[in-house]
């Protein structure tokens, strides 16, 4: 595919734009070479800006798309009797082996066992109590796959946490185990403390996350905020060079599948007020109040 258009007077965050929607309307990932051309940097460039821009690199950027495809596909097929394979090539998966290689890696099992709901994937849960910014005493629950993290969540009742975590992987295996995740729990229970990044802290966790392209990128954006700062959603928009994307990133940030290790509640609104907060606003103030304390 050759890109005819180029932009070598557009700013950065627009070029990396370009790049992206030229993946968009591609469905998943294109030639470095080409994705050069149309923004006018050489590829090195290229891959400096997306890591600026976006966190991530162009491929990563790209994959994340097919895979965003993908999904749908395989929920889909599984709906109308259609196989995988189908699903793999609606998908813009080009060989059956890269569908396999690259679809589980990015959907955290093999794209047979995501067509079934997840069966057979093995999740490992645990529940504890933490004081949100020192003030109350909640629970939290964290869930995770060999791969990282996958889901944290605040709350009252684990039952009820632990049943939202698993709408979307109705035959996912989810095994209760407090000591194997006895280190990870303490972790995120320190971060609502307000302990912030400390190296041995839940932000050093690897993230099995699971959404789109553009979540992804909101999301990593969000653990660049350091603990004690704040950041606006027009801000977090810009800085994704997406700056008439503000609604979509407050969307973002209200799907964000692991409350603390990736602070959604770090960003407010323009204005200064809180803005939403999945978990409740009392809890949103009480953790920002904690990290500006240390």
Same mark, same amino acid.
């Given at each position: 595919?050759?890109?005819?258009?180029?932009?070598?007077?557009?700013?950065?965050?627009?070029?990396?734009?370009?790049?992206?929607?030229?993946?968009?309307?591609?469905?998943?990932?294109?030639?470095?070479?080409?994705?050069?051309?149309?923004?006018? =940097?050489?590829?090195?460039?290229?891959?400096?800006?997306?890591?600026?821009?976006?966190?991530?690199?162009?491929?990563?950027? *790209?994959?994340?798309?097919?895979?965003?495809?993908?999904?749908?596909?395989?929920?889909?097929?599984?709906?109308?009797?259609?196989?995988?394979?189908?699903?793999?090539?609606?998908?813009?998966?080009?060989?059956?082996?890269?569908?396999?290689?690259?679809?589980?890696?990015?959907?955290?099992?093999?794209?047979?066992?995501?067509?079934?709901?997840?069966?057979?994937?093995?999740?490992?849960?645990?529940?504890?109590?933490?004081?949100?910014?020192?003030?109350?005493?909640?629970?939290?629950?964290?869930?995770?796959?060999?791969?990282?993290?996958?889901?944290?969540?605040?709350?009252?009742?684990?039952?009820?946490?632990?049943?939202?975590?698993?709408?979307?992987?109705?035959?996912?295996?989810?095994?209760?185990?407090?000591?194997?995740?006895?280190?990870?729990?303490?972790?995120?229970?320190?971060?609502?403390?307000?302990?912030?990044?400390?190296?041995?802290?839940?932000?050093?966790?690897?993230?099995?996350?699971?959404?789109?392209?553009?979540?992804?990128?909101? =999301?990593?954006?969000?653990?660049?905020?350091?603990?004690?700062?704040?950041?606006?959603?027009?801000?977090?928009?810009?800085?994704?060079?997406?700056?008439?994307?503000?609604?979509?990133?407050?969307?973002?940030?209200?799907?964000?599948?692991?409350?603390?290790?990736?602070?959604?509640?770090?960003?407010?609104?323009?204005?200064? *007020?809180?803005? *939403?907060?999945? =978990? *409740?606003?009392?809890?949103?103030?009480?953790?920002?109040?904690?990290?500006?304390?240390?």
């Amino acid at each position: 595919m050759v890109l005819e258009m180029t932009l070598p007077a557009a700013a950065p965050g627009e070029r990396v734009l370009a790049a992206c929607r030229a993946m968009d309307q591609a469905g998943g990932p294109l030639p470095l070479e080409d994705l050069a051309s149309l923004t006018g =940097w050489s590829t090195r460039q290229l891959g400096r800006r997306f890591a600026e821009v976006l966190g991530t690199t162009p491929r990563a950027y *790209g994959e994340a798309l097919r895979t965003q495809r993908l999904r749908p596909a395989l929920r889909e097929g599984r709906a109308g009797g259609g196989t995988v394979l189908d699903a793999a090539f609606a998908a813009g998966y080009g060989s059956v082996r890269a569908f396999y290689e690259q679809g589980a890696a990015r959907l955290g099992m093999t794209p047979s066992q995501y067509a079934a709901g997840g069966s057979g994937e093995r999740l490992l849960w645990s529940a504890g109590p933490v004081d949100v910014g020192g003030v109350e005493v909640r629970r939290v629950l964290v869930v995770a796959s060999l791969a990282g993290v996958v889901a944290v969540r605040i709350g009252d009742d684990d039952d009820a946490l632990l049943a939202e975590v698993a709408a979307e992987l109705p035959l996912a295996d989810l095994d209760h185990e407090p000591e194997v995740l006895t280190d990870v729990v303490a972790a995120v229970a320190a971060l609502a403390r307000g302990a912030g990044d400390a190296p041995e802290g839940a932000a050093a966790l690897p993230l099995d996350v699971r959404g789109t392209a553009f979540q992804a990128a909101v =999301w990593a954006a969000l653990r660049r905020i350091p603990a004690g700062q704040t950041r606006s959603y027009a801000e977090v928009a810009a800085e994704l060079g997406r700056p008439t994307a503000v609604r979509a990133v407050a969307r973002a940030c209200a799907t964000n599948p692991a409350a603390l290790v990736t602070p959604c509640h770090r960003v407010v609104r323009s204005d200064g *007020g809180l803005g *939403g907060f999945r =978990w *409740g606003l009392e809890v949103k103030r009480a953790l920002l109040a904690a990290e500006q304390q240390r």
